[in-house]
């Protein structure tokens, strides 16, 4: 079974550009999550997929940050403009169902660095 | 808010001996955990899980003990491995959250093992 996909694995913008990144979750996945992760930190969500539905970003900075699940698959996050303190490693993670105990698969995630 | 912490950042072991990595939480009412282990390069994977109505739970070589008393969460690995080097992070989830849908995670601890 293919794991979380993401890309791109590494990204390197100047502040002040836009950058995106892609998540192909599990399939058959219908909770899909991004978090952030600092380093040496654990990761922070940002947002919670249910299917299509955004069904917490209350953690989302939504001045800068924006994602989209269309038709409740892959998902997009978004940043523009990047800043500095974007730098980070930004993981997407999949699980079956929310809200039990059905295990999170996690995608390898993509390292943002912001010059 | 309140956060998971952990007592030590880093852990080094002889290989073929126990570890012990331990986590501190401060919410009384965080009602299930799980360990993740997290290689360089890679997103986080399941350990382990435990609710709240338990002390204890065994796996493969790792058991997961918890302290409600004292609110400490500890993974102990049996006949670590050079492959049991990553860093480890305890989550807690603290309701109204149910399960897994929003998951927060400690600092991390940095485990070596010595071949």
């Known amino acids: 079974e293919a794991g979380v996909v993401q890309s791109p694995r590494y990204k390197i913008i100047e502040k002040k550009q836009p950058v995106a990144f892609w998540c192909n979750p599990i399939?058959?996945?219908?909770?899909l999550y991004w978090y952030l992760q600092n380093l040496g930190q654990g990761p922070e969500l940002l947002i919670r997929?249910?299917?299509?539905?955004?069904?917490?970003d209350s953690q989302l900075p939504k001045d800068r940050f924006s994602a989209e699940r269309l038709k409740g698959v892959d998902s997009t996050l978004k940043i523009q403009p990047a800043e500095l303190g974007d730098s980070a490693v930004y993981l997407c993670?999949?699980?079956?169902?929310?809200?039990?105990?059905?295990?999170?698969?996690f995608g390898p995630g993509t390292r943002l660095t912001v010059l | 808010g309140e956060s998971v912490g952990l007592h030590l950042p880093t852990l080094s072991v002889q290989e073929g001996d126990n570890s012990i990595i331990n986590c501190a939480y401060s919410n009384s009412a965080s009602d299930y955990f799980i360990w993740y282990k997290q290689e360089s390069g890679k997103g986080p994977q399941f350990i382990i899980d435990?609710?709240?109505?338990?002390d204890k739970r065994q796996g493969q070589r790792v058991t997961v003990l918890l302290n409600k008393t004292v609110k400490h969460l500890s993974l102990q690995i049996a006949a670590t491995q050079p492959g049991d080097s990553a860093v480890y992070f305890c989550a807690e989830n603290q309701p109204p959250n149910f399960g897994n849908e929003k998951l927060t995670f400690g600092t991390g601890t940095r485990l070596t093992i010595i071949p």
């Open positions: 435990i609710r709240s109505n338990m």
């Open positions: 993670a999949s699980s079956s169902r929310a809200g039990g105990t059905d295990t999170q698969y």
């Open positions: 399939s058959g996945h219908n909770t």
């Open positions: 997929y249910e299917n299509e539905e955004a069904v917490d």
